[in-house]
Protein backbone atom coordinates (compact mmCIF):
# COMPACT_ATOMS: atom_id res chain seq x y z
CA UNK A 1 0.00 0.00 0.00
CA UNK A 2 1.24 3.58 -0.51
CA UNK A 3 1.61 6.10 1.91
CA UNK A 4 2.54 9.83 2.36
CA UNK A 5 2.73 11.71 -0.47
CA UNK A 6 1.97 8.87 -3.28
CA UNK A 7 -1.09 7.72 -1.50
CA UNK A 8 -2.54 11.20 -1.49
CA UNK A 9 -1.24 11.34 -5.32
CA UNK A 10 -3.37 7.96 -5.82
CA UNK A 11 -6.46 9.24 -3.93
CA UNK A 12 -7.00 12.44 -5.86
CA UNK A 13 -6.11 10.93 -9.19
CA UNK A 14 -9.59 8.44 -8.30
CA UNK A 15 -11.08 11.15 -7.02
CA UNK A 16 -10.56 13.51 -10.02
CA UNK A 17 -11.29 10.02 -12.31
CA UNK A 18 -14.29 9.80 -10.68
CA UNK A 19 -15.28 13.63 -10.81
CA UNK A 20 -14.45 13.75 -14.97
CA UNK A 21 -16.12 10.38 -15.45
CA UNK A 22 -19.55 11.63 -14.12
CA UNK A 23 -19.11 14.82 -15.50
CA UNK A 24 -18.99 12.76 -18.92
CA UNK A 25 -21.32 10.45 -18.13
CA UNK A 26 -23.85 13.40 -18.04
CA UNK A 27 -22.98 15.01 -21.01
CA UNK A 28 -23.45 11.32 -22.66
CA UNK A 29 -26.53 10.99 -20.91
CA UNK A 30 -27.90 14.90 -22.28
CA UNK A 31 -26.45 13.54 -26.20
CA UNK A 32 -28.75 10.55 -25.70
CA UNK A 33 -26.26 8.03 -25.39
CA UNK A 34 -27.55 6.76 -21.98
CA UNK A 35 -31.02 5.70 -21.44
CA UNK A 36 -32.79 4.77 -18.25
CA UNK A 37 -31.55 7.03 -15.41
CA UNK A 38 -28.44 8.08 -14.23
CA UNK A 39 -27.73 9.56 -10.59
CA UNK A 40 -24.12 11.10 -9.80
CA UNK A 41 -21.65 10.81 -6.94
CA UNK A 42 -20.26 14.36 -7.45
CA UNK A 43 -19.55 15.58 -4.35
CA UNK A 44 -19.46 12.34 -2.28
CA UNK A 45 -16.10 11.09 -3.67
CA UNK A 46 -13.82 10.69 -0.96
CA UNK A 47 -15.91 8.30 0.93
CA UNK A 48 -16.04 5.64 -1.83
CA UNK A 49 -11.77 6.42 -2.14
CA UNK A 50 -11.08 6.60 1.14
CA UNK A 51 -13.16 3.92 1.81
CA UNK A 52 -11.51 1.26 -1.11
CA UNK A 53 -8.12 2.61 0.11
CA UNK A 54 -8.34 0.59 3.17
CA UNK A 55 -10.15 -3.04 1.93
CA UNK A 56 -7.91 -6.29 0.72
CA UNK A 57 -9.26 -7.34 -2.68
CA UNK A 58 -11.14 -10.64 -1.16
CA UNK A 59 -13.52 -7.98 0.62
CA UNK A 60 -16.99 -7.02 -0.47
CA UNK A 61 -18.71 -4.09 -1.45
CA UNK A 62 -22.61 -3.17 -2.54
CA UNK A 63 -23.45 0.37 -3.82
CA UNK A 64 -27.34 1.77 -4.23
CA UNK A 65 -27.63 3.02 -7.83
CA UNK A 66 -25.60 5.82 -7.25
CA UNK A 67 -22.73 3.33 -7.78
CA UNK A 68 -20.51 4.28 -10.59
CA UNK A 69 -17.68 5.92 -8.27
CA UNK A 70 -17.41 3.49 -6.06
CA UNK A 71 -17.22 0.77 -8.94
CA UNK A 72 -14.56 2.80 -10.26
CA UNK A 73 -12.58 3.01 -6.60
CA UNK A 74 -12.94 -0.77 -6.58
CA UNK A 75 -10.82 -1.27 -9.55
CA UNK A 76 -13.48 -1.04 -12.47
CA UNK A 77 -12.03 0.44 -15.30
CA UNK A 78 -13.88 3.75 -17.04
CA UNK A 79 -14.54 1.73 -20.10
CA UNK A 80 -16.53 -1.34 -18.82
CA UNK A 81 -18.33 1.00 -16.52
CA UNK A 82 -18.76 3.86 -19.20
CA UNK A 83 -19.88 1.15 -21.72
CA UNK A 84 -22.47 -0.40 -19.35
CA UNK A 85 -24.23 2.99 -18.89
CA UNK A 86 -24.26 3.16 -22.99
CA UNK A 87 -25.60 -0.23 -22.82
CA UNK A 88 -22.73 -2.45 -24.69
CA UNK A 89 -21.72 -5.54 -25.06
CA UNK A 90 -18.55 -4.82 -23.60
CA UNK A 91 -19.85 -2.98 -20.60
CA UNK A 92 -19.79 -4.44 -16.40
CA UNK A 93 -22.94 -6.46 -16.48
CA UNK A 94 -22.98 -6.75 -20.57
CA UNK A 95 -25.01 -3.41 -20.88
CA UNK A 96 -27.90 -5.25 -19.59
CA UNK A 97 -27.90 -3.09 -16.10
CA UNK A 98 -27.30 0.15 -17.10
CA UNK A 99 -26.32 2.74 -14.75
CA UNK A 100 -28.59 1.53 -11.37
CA UNK A 101 -27.05 -2.07 -11.78
CA UNK A 102 -23.22 -2.03 -12.22
CA UNK A 103 -21.65 -5.33 -11.20
CA UNK A 104 -18.26 -6.62 -11.28
CA UNK A 105 -17.04 -10.21 -9.37
CA UNK A 106 -13.88 -9.79 -10.35
CA UNK A 107 -13.27 -7.24 -8.22
CA UNK A 108 -15.99 -8.34 -5.80
CA UNK A 109 -18.00 -5.55 -6.16
CA UNK A 110 -21.28 -6.92 -5.55
CA UNK A 111 -23.64 -4.59 -7.39
CA UNK A 112 -25.63 -1.37 -7.69
CA UNK A 113 -29.07 -1.50 -6.40
CA UNK A 114 -31.89 -0.16 -7.29
CA UNK A 115 -34.51 -0.60 -4.59
CA UNK A 116 -33.42 1.17 -1.46
CA UNK A 117 -32.17 -0.58 1.49
CA UNK A 118 -32.96 -3.96 -0.19
CA UNK A 119 -29.15 -4.58 -0.66
CA UNK A 120 -28.60 -4.02 3.01
CA UNK A 121 -29.97 -7.36 3.60
CA UNK A 122 -28.01 -9.01 0.56
CA UNK A 123 -24.82 -7.34 2.07
CA UNK A 124 -25.67 -8.99 5.88
CA UNK A 125 -25.89 -11.77 3.78
CA UNK A 126 -22.27 -11.97 2.09
CA UNK A 127 -20.93 -11.11 5.98
CA UNK A 128 -22.81 -13.98 7.37
CA UNK A 129 -21.29 -16.12 4.69
CA UNK A 130 -17.71 -14.73 5.58
CA UNK A 131 -18.59 -15.69 9.18
CA UNK A 132 -19.49 -19.26 8.42
CA UNK A 133 -16.76 -20.02 5.95
CA UNK A 134 -14.27 -18.13 7.69
CA UNK A 135 -12.92 -16.66 4.82
CA UNK A 136 -11.65 -13.33 6.39
CA UNK A 137 -13.39 -10.95 4.25
CA UNK A 138 -15.53 -8.00 5.14
CA UNK A 139 -17.91 -6.92 3.87
CA UNK A 140 -19.14 -2.79 3.11
CA UNK A 141 -22.72 -1.50 2.24
CA UNK A 142 -23.20 1.49 1.30
CA UNK A 143 -26.79 4.34 1.06
CA UNK A 144 -28.02 6.94 1.57
CA UNK A 145 -29.87 8.77 4.83
CA UNK A 146 -33.60 8.23 3.14
CA UNK A 147 -32.70 4.35 2.64
CA UNK A 148 -32.39 3.93 7.18
CA UNK A 149 -36.16 4.51 7.54
CA UNK A 150 -36.78 1.08 5.06
CA UNK A 151 -37.42 -2.14 6.46
CA UNK A 152 -34.28 -3.88 4.58
CA UNK A 153 -31.92 -1.79 6.79
CA UNK A 154 -33.63 -2.80 10.32
CA UNK A 155 -33.86 -6.30 9.35
CA UNK A 156 -30.14 -6.37 7.88
CA UNK A 157 -28.90 -4.32 10.67
CA UNK A 158 -30.75 -6.73 13.18
CA UNK A 159 -28.79 -9.78 12.16
CA UNK A 160 -25.52 -8.46 11.76
CA UNK A 161 -25.72 -7.14 14.77
CA UNK A 162 -26.81 -10.20 16.45
CA UNK A 163 -24.53 -12.37 14.78
CA UNK A 164 -21.49 -10.05 14.94
CA UNK A 165 -20.82 -10.57 11.22
CA UNK A 166 -18.12 -8.39 9.70
CA UNK A 167 -19.77 -6.18 8.11
CA UNK A 168 -19.68 -2.29 7.72
CA UNK A 169 -22.70 -0.39 7.11
CA UNK A 170 -22.01 3.24 5.33
CA UNK A 171 -24.86 5.81 5.43
CA UNK A 172 -23.79 8.23 3.03
CA UNK A 173 -25.97 11.10 4.06
CA UNK A 174 -26.35 13.77 1.51
CA UNK A 175 -29.02 15.53 3.35
CA UNK A 176 -31.92 14.99 1.02
CA UNK A 177 -33.61 11.90 -0.25
CA UNK A 178 -34.59 12.92 -3.66
CA UNK A 179 -36.23 16.08 -3.26
CA UNK A 180 -36.95 15.06 0.80
CA UNK A 181 -34.40 16.96 3.62
CA UNK A 182 -34.05 13.89 6.81
CA UNK A 183 -35.51 16.41 8.85
CA UNK A 184 -38.91 15.50 7.23
CA UNK A 185 -38.43 11.43 7.12
CA UNK A 186 -36.51 10.73 10.27
CA UNK A 187 -37.12 11.57 13.99
CA UNK A 188 -33.84 11.40 14.88
CA UNK A 189 -30.75 13.57 13.73
CA UNK A 190 -28.22 11.23 14.73
CA UNK A 191 -28.65 7.99 12.90
CA UNK A 192 -25.61 6.32 14.75
CA UNK A 193 -28.78 5.68 17.38
CA UNK A 194 -30.26 3.54 15.02
CA UNK A 195 -27.29 1.26 14.88
CA UNK A 196 -27.20 1.54 18.58
CA UNK A 197 -30.97 -0.15 18.72
CA UNK A 198 -28.89 -2.99 16.76
CA UNK A 199 -25.76 -3.31 19.70
CA UNK A 200 -23.50 -2.29 17.23
CA UNK A 201 -20.92 0.30 17.21
CA UNK A 202 -21.83 3.62 15.77
CA UNK A 203 -19.55 6.68 14.40
CA UNK A 204 -20.56 10.10 13.19
CA UNK A 205 -17.94 11.97 10.77
CA UNK A 206 -17.86 14.22 7.91
CA UNK A 207 -16.95 12.87 4.47
CA UNK A 208 -14.90 15.71 2.14
CA UNK A 209 -11.59 15.02 3.70
CA UNK A 210 -10.52 11.33 2.32
CA UNK A 211 -7.88 11.02 5.01
CA UNK A 212 -10.20 11.43 7.68
CA UNK A 213 -12.87 8.76 5.42
CA UNK A 214 -9.76 6.57 5.54
CA UNK A 215 -9.09 6.45 8.65
CA UNK A 216 -12.64 5.67 10.31
CA UNK A 217 -13.63 3.11 7.70
CA UNK A 218 -10.06 1.89 8.43
CA UNK A 219 -10.44 1.44 12.51
CA UNK A 220 -14.49 -0.19 11.49
CA UNK A 221 -12.88 -2.74 8.77
CA UNK A 222 -9.99 -3.90 11.37
CA UNK A 223 -12.63 -4.47 14.10
CA UNK A 224 -14.69 -6.76 12.00
CA UNK A 225 -11.85 -8.80 10.66
CA UNK A 226 -10.79 -9.07 13.80
CA UNK A 227 -14.26 -10.44 15.18
CA UNK A 228 -15.42 -7.77 16.61
CA UNK A 229 -18.59 -7.23 14.72
CA UNK A 230 -20.27 -4.57 12.69
CA UNK A 231 -20.17 -0.56 12.85
CA UNK A 232 -22.26 1.97 11.36
CA UNK A 233 -21.02 4.96 10.18
CA UNK A 234 -22.90 8.18 8.95
CA UNK A 235 -20.44 10.40 6.91
CA UNK A 236 -22.09 13.39 6.36
CA UNK A 237 -22.41 14.67 2.57
CA UNK A 238 -23.24 16.60 0.11
CA UNK A 239 -24.15 15.99 -3.64
CA UNK A 240 -23.45 19.04 -6.18
CA UNK A 241 -25.80 17.62 -8.93
CA UNK A 242 -29.52 16.95 -8.33
CA UNK A 243 -30.89 13.22 -7.29
CA UNK A 244 -30.94 12.16 -11.11
CA UNK A 245 -30.36 13.40 -14.56
CA UNK A 246 -34.13 14.37 -14.39
CA UNK A 247 -33.78 16.51 -11.15
CA UNK A 248 -33.34 20.41 -11.04
CA UNK A 249 -33.13 20.18 -7.65
CA UNK A 250 -35.23 23.02 -6.43
CA UNK A 251 -35.75 22.09 -3.01
CA UNK A 252 -32.47 23.67 -2.13
CA UNK A 253 -31.27 27.03 -2.68
CA UNK A 254 -28.08 27.78 -4.55
CA UNK A 255 -26.38 29.85 -1.85
CA UNK A 256 -26.36 26.29 0.21
CA UNK A 257 -25.40 24.43 -2.53
CA UNK A 258 -22.38 26.94 -3.03
CA UNK A 259 -21.73 27.04 0.47
CA UNK A 260 -21.49 23.20 0.09
CA UNK A 261 -18.96 23.43 -2.42
CA UNK A 262 -16.64 24.91 -0.14
CA UNK A 263 -16.27 21.27 0.74
CA UNK A 264 -15.50 20.11 -2.10
CA UNK A 265 -13.76 16.55 -1.45
CA UNK A 266 -11.31 17.26 -4.92
CA UNK A 267 -10.50 20.62 -4.11
CA UNK A 268 -9.34 19.91 -0.41
CA UNK A 269 -6.99 16.67 -1.33
CA UNK A 270 -5.61 18.95 -4.63
CA UNK A 271 -4.92 21.99 -1.54
CA UNK A 272 -3.45 19.08 0.41
CA UNK A 273 -1.05 18.03 -2.23
CA UNK A 274 0.26 21.72 -3.10
CA UNK A 275 0.94 22.03 0.50
CA UNK A 276 2.76 18.94 1.00
CA UNK A 277 5.14 20.47 -2.26
CA UNK A 278 3.74 18.55 -5.06
CA UNK A 279 3.75 21.00 -7.77
CA UNK A 280 1.41 22.51 -10.02
CA UNK A 281 3.08 21.02 -12.77
CA UNK A 282 2.99 17.41 -11.72
CA UNK A 283 -0.86 17.68 -10.58
CA UNK A 284 -1.50 19.08 -14.42
CA UNK A 285 0.49 16.02 -15.72
CA UNK A 286 -1.82 13.94 -13.20
CA UNK A 287 -5.21 15.52 -14.17
CA UNK A 288 -4.57 15.51 -18.23
CA UNK A 289 -3.89 11.55 -17.78
CA UNK A 290 -7.13 11.30 -16.59
CA UNK A 291 -8.50 13.31 -18.88
CA UNK A 292 -7.16 10.78 -21.62
CA UNK A 293 -8.43 7.91 -19.57
CA UNK A 294 -12.02 9.36 -19.35
CA UNK A 295 -12.01 10.51 -23.42
CA UNK A 296 -11.04 6.57 -24.31
CA UNK A 297 -13.46 5.20 -22.26
CA UNK A 298 -16.45 7.54 -23.93
CA UNK A 299 -14.67 6.41 -27.12
CA UNK A 300 -14.66 3.14 -26.93
CA UNK A 301 -17.28 2.56 -24.92
CA UNK A 302 -19.38 4.34 -28.00
CA UNK A 303 -18.20 2.28 -30.66
CA UNK A 304 -18.91 -0.79 -29.09
CA UNK A 305 -21.00 -3.41 -29.94
CA UNK A 306 -24.58 -3.21 -28.39
CA UNK A 307 -25.53 -5.50 -25.63
CA UNK A 308 -26.58 -8.49 -27.31
CA UNK A 309 -30.19 -10.36 -27.12
CA UNK A 310 -28.95 -13.35 -26.25
CA UNK A 311 -27.41 -13.08 -22.78
CA UNK A 312 -30.69 -11.82 -21.79
CA UNK A 313 -31.37 -15.51 -21.47
CA UNK A 314 -28.37 -16.69 -20.46
CA UNK A 315 -27.82 -13.91 -17.43
CA UNK A 316 -30.66 -14.26 -14.86
CA UNK A 317 -30.14 -17.90 -13.58
CA UNK A 318 -26.73 -18.92 -12.99
CA UNK A 319 -25.39 -22.08 -14.79
CA UNK A 320 -26.30 -25.33 -12.56
CA UNK A 321 -21.89 -26.23 -12.89
CA UNK A 322 -21.89 -22.65 -11.12
CA UNK A 323 -23.80 -23.89 -8.00
CA UNK A 324 -21.69 -27.52 -8.25
CA UNK A 325 -18.45 -25.70 -8.30
CA UNK A 326 -20.10 -23.92 -5.05
CA UNK A 327 -21.20 -26.70 -3.17
CA UNK A 328 -17.88 -28.39 -4.20
CA UNK A 329 -15.97 -25.61 -2.38
CA UNK A 330 -18.50 -25.10 0.13
CA UNK A 331 -20.34 -28.20 1.20
CA UNK A 332 -18.28 -29.28 4.01
CA UNK A 333 -20.30 -26.18 5.59
CA UNK A 334 -23.69 -27.46 4.59
CA UNK A 335 -23.00 -30.82 6.47
CA UNK A 336 -21.01 -33.11 3.95
CA UNK A 337 -22.39 -31.53 0.52
CA UNK A 338 -25.32 -32.58 -1.04
C1 LIG B 1 -38.11 0.46 -2.00
C2 LIG B 1 -37.97 1.74 -2.78
N1 LIG B 1 -38.83 2.74 -2.53
C3 LIG B 1 -38.72 3.90 -3.23
C4 LIG B 1 -37.74 4.06 -4.17
C5 LIG B 1 -37.62 5.36 -4.94
N2 LIG B 1 -36.42 6.08 -4.53
C6 LIG B 1 -35.33 6.07 -5.31
S1 LIG B 1 -34.09 6.93 -4.64
C7 LIG B 1 -35.00 7.35 -3.30
C8 LIG B 1 -34.40 8.22 -2.22
C9 LIG B 1 -33.24 7.58 -1.56
O1 LIG B 1 -32.54 8.52 -0.80
P1 LIG B 1 -31.23 8.12 -0.01
O2 LIG B 1 -31.38 6.76 0.57
O3 LIG B 1 -30.96 9.22 0.95
O4 LIG B 1 -30.09 8.03 -1.12
P2 LIG B 1 -29.46 9.12 -2.09
O5 LIG B 1 -30.22 9.06 -3.38
O6 LIG B 1 -29.57 10.43 -1.41
O7 LIG B 1 -28.05 8.72 -2.32
C10 LIG B 1 -36.26 6.81 -3.38
C11 LIG B 1 -37.31 6.99 -2.37
C12 LIG B 1 -36.87 2.96 -4.39
N3 LIG B 1 -35.88 3.03 -5.28
N4 LIG B 1 -36.98 1.81 -3.67
Known amino acids: MASGKDKLLSQYRMMYLIRRFEEESA ?24 TCEVLN ?18 GMTPTAAMAELMGKDIGCSKGLGGSMHFFDVEHNFLGGYGIIGGHVALAAGAAYKSKYTGDGAVTV ?4 EGSTNIG ?10 LWKLPVVFICENNQYAMGTPMSRTSPLEDLTLKAQGYGMHGDRIKGHDVAVVESHVGQAVERARKGGGPTFIEIETYRFRGHSMSDPAKYRTR ?9 DPCAIAKARLLEGGVSQEEIDAL ?49 GGR
Not at 152 to 161: M, N, V
Open 141 to 144: CFFG
Open 27 to 50: RAYAMGKVGGFLHLYIGQEAIAVG
Open 57 to 74: DTDYVFQTYRDHGTALAR
Open 255 to 263: AELEERKKQ
Open 287 to 335: EEAVEAEVENAVETADAAEPAKVENMWSTVYAPSSAAEDYVANYGKHFG
Open 152 to 161: GFHEGLSLAG
